[in-house]
């Protein structure tokens, strides 16, 4: 799949011209198809999946569970604006938050997620992400899920099909 990918006037861009590249961007997410790795509990580490990622910020990638998805970002010294979506298929009411850490420290909370109706016939949970940080210093950066209170439905292709992660450095 290629839905995650600019276009414009039928032509495919280059998201790094397109956003502008002086100080670097990291692209994750081309809508690629793959079964998401492991299962999502609370505290559990959430991963990102690209085999490809546009990166031209210098970060280290994080090798997660399986080939092509990522668990970590380390991200040099400066200011960032990070810009995400993704849609977990769950099944039943309830939530799940997937929190953006640098480090150790809990910084914001990246998805409040609850079930909506999808066409057929499951729930996911979707939402995006819109976050600024400043760095003082090389960081990792992690996606942690905090506290779970759905089940996750067996489709889980639809985590990398939906997902992308857009990472700009701005100063």
Same mark, same amino acid.
């Given at each position: 799949m290629s839905h995650n990918l600019y276009t414009i006037n039928n032509n495919g861009g280059d998201v790094a011209s397109y956003h502008g590249a002086g100080l670097g961007v990291l692209y994750i997410g081309h809508g690629g198809t793959s079964t998401y790795p492991t299962t999502l509990n609370d505290g559990d580490t959430f991963e990102w999946y690209d085999p490809n990622p546009i990166n031209t910020v210098g970060a280290t990638l994080g090798t997660g569970s399986a080939t092509?998805?990522? @668990? $970590?970002?380390?991200?040099?010294?400066?200011?960032?604006?990070?810009?995400?979506?993704?849609?977990?298929?769950?099944?039943?009411? &309830?939530?799940?938050?997937?929190?953006?850490?640098? &480090?150790?420290? @809990?910084?914001?909370?990246?998805?409040?997620?609850?079930? $909506?109706?999808?066409?057929? &016939? &499951?729930?996911? $949970?979707?939402r995006s992400l819109n976050h600024f940080t400043v760095l003082s210093s090389s960081t990792v950066i992690s996606f942690t899920v905090r506290p779970i209170s759905v089940t996750i439905a067996s489709d889980k292709d639809r985590i990398s099909e939906s997902q992308y992660l857009f990472i700009k450095r701005i100063a």
């Amino acid at each position: 799949m290629s839905h995650n990918l600019y276009t414009i006037n039928n032509n495919g861009g280059d998201v790094a011209s397109y956003h502008g590249a002086g100080l670097g961007v990291l692209y994750i997410g081309h809508g690629g198809t793959s079964t998401y790795p492991t299962t999502l509990n609370d505290g559990d580490t959430f991963e990102w999946y690209d085999p490809n990622p546009i990166n031209t910020v210098g970060a280290t990638l994080g090798t997660g569970s399986a080939t092509g998805w990522i @668990d $970590s970002i380390t991200l040099p010294a400066g200011t960032y604006w990070f810009r995400g979506y993704c849609a977990v298929p769950v099944i039943g009411t &309830g939530f799940l938050r997937i929190r953006l850490a640098e &480090g150790a420290t @809990d910084k914001a909370q990246f998805f409040g997620l609850t079930p $909506s109706y999808y066409n057929d &016939g &499951g729930f996911q $949970s979707a939402r995006s992400l819109n976050h600024f940080t400043v760095l003082s210093s090389s960081t990792v950066i992690s996606f942690t899920v905090r506290p779970i209170s759905v089940t996750i439905a067996s489709d889980k292709d639809r985590i990398s099909e939906s997902q992308y992660l857009f990472i700009k450095r701005i100063a």
